[in-house]
């Protein structure tokens, strides 16, 4: 059994379990990523908030850097997913 979700469920799943985990605008964007993804394989993603707070992380990009020990954001991005935020200079990444 299957329930679809909008962004609205999306978010307030967040900021009831785990309201300090992403930004309003992280949220936006991995609920765009996880959409891109269902609508390019088809694929059908089952929603756990406490799974996606592990495997994704919210940081600067200075934050993520510095914790690999890389200097720059393709070198990241050759390793994992990132998730710019617009307009920010936060990123989210997919924790490797």
């Not at 605008?25 to 990523?33: C, D, H, M, Q, S």
Request: aromatic letters at 16%; glycine letters at 2%; one cysteine or more.
């Amino acid at each position: 059994m299957k329930k679809t979700i909008d962004f609205y469920d999306f978010r307030n799943a967040f900021l009831d379990i785990r309201p300090e985990n992403f930004s309003f605008e992280g949220l936006r964007v991995l609920w765009e990523y996880f959409e891109e993804y269902e609508n390019e394989t088809e694929i059908e993603i089952d929603f756990d908030p406490i799974g996606i707070c592990i495997d994704f992380m919210e940081c600067t990009i200075h934050e993520a850097l510095e914790e690999y020990d890389l200097s720059s954001v393709e070198e990241l991005e050759e390793q994992t997913i990132v998730l710019p935020i617009p307009q920010t200079d936060r990123i989210i990444y997919l924790d490797y």
